[in-house]
């Protein structure tokens, strides 16, 4: 069974740092890529960062510069880094992992990050 579970988020004041984690299990980690989306309140959920099996990273224009995405393949774990928050960055943040060659997508269930003073 597949699982992939968020942690890290809560209530930060405009400015501050948090670090998402999300641990995987049932999965062969080290081939999936892994992505964190985010859904605001009355938005579509957004790709926000993505890092590949190979360790390549992409991100959201909206968080270039303030978010870093990493993963620890012996810890089955990916890494969201988020720096200078601001209020819009407020959302339910979710794990994904995806592997193209078998066409599997995994969500994980999401956690809340609320920037406000």
């Known amino acids: 069974q597949v699982q992939l579970v968020e942690s890290g988020g809560g209530l930060v004041q405009p400015g501050g740092s948090l670090r998402l984690s999300c641990a995987a299990s049932g999965i062969i980690f080290s081939t999936y890529d892994m992505g964190w989306y985010r859904q605001g309140p009355g938005k579509e959920r957004e790709l926000v960062a993505t890092?590949?099996?190979?360790?390549?990273?992409n991100y959201a224009d909206s968080v270039k510069g303030r978010f870093t995405i990493s993963r620890d393949n012996a810890e089955n774990t990916v890494y969201l880094q988020m720096n200078s928050l601001k209020p819009e960055d407020t959302a339910v943040y979710y794990c994904?992992?995806?592997?193209?060659?078998?066409?599997?997508?995994?969500w994980g269930q999401g956690t809340q990050v609320t920037v406000s003073s």
């Open positions: 994904n992992a995806r592997r193209l060659l078998t066409l599997a997508v995994h």
């Open positions: 890092c590949t099996s190979g360790e390549n990273t």
